[in-house]
């Protein structure tokens, strides 16, 4: 998966070496992080690796990246761009932030950088799906200019509060 950088941060693909599975249990463990995701994940973090490795395989428009300041080596978290599950195509943005790391702009700051990236590979569209009272994830749909949908069931069979982002129209002559 190829790097992508922006000011501040590094976007890499999570391997499976020892601080990057480590750094995945500290996060997908924290209750604060997981009650946003409807529970922790169902794998250990070397599934998880694999599995969005697949996910990039299968298209390399999208992915899950590990987000690592430039100023520091540990990942503050996972920036993500994959098929929406029971969609017909559409994508989903995502962040799932450390604690440690949140209120520092990462999360908008990587999403904004995956989604640019997108747009340039030819994705029209893309969306976010975020569980209601999730302030902080609802504040990074504002950042980004996402357009809210309002509340739907129709991708994961909970109730989520949608948002879209269109990509820019190429200027005309």
Avoid at 144 to 159: F, K, N
Wanted: some cysteine; proline content about 8%.
């Amino acid at each position: 998966m190829e790097l992508l950088r922006t000011d501040r941060l590094r976007l890499r693909a999570w391997t499976t070496a020892d601080a990057d599975l480590a750094r995945l249990s500290d996060l997908y463990g924290r209750d604060e992080v997981t009650r946003w995701l409807g529970g922790p994940p169902t794998v250990t973090p070397a599934e998880l690796v694999e599995r969005w490795r697949l996910v990039h395989q299968l298209d390399p428009v999208h992915g899950c990246w590990a987000v690592d300041p430039l100023d520091d080596g540990l990942p503050v978290g996972t920036v993500l761009l994959k098929p929406l599950p029971n969609g017909v195509g559409e994508v989903e943005v995502g962040w799932h932030l450390h604690p440690d790391s949140w209120g520092r702009g990462y999360a908008t700051e990587a999403a904004r950088a995956v989604v640019a990236r997108a747009f340039d590979d030819g994705l029209l569209e893309v969306y976010a799906v975020v569980r209601p009272g999730n302030e902080r994830s609802l504040g990074v749909c504002r950042k980004l200019g996402m357009q809210p949908l309002g509340r739907t069931t129709r991708w994961y069979d909970t109730e989520l509060e949608a948002f879209r982002l269109d990509a820019p129209a190429e200027p005309t002559d």
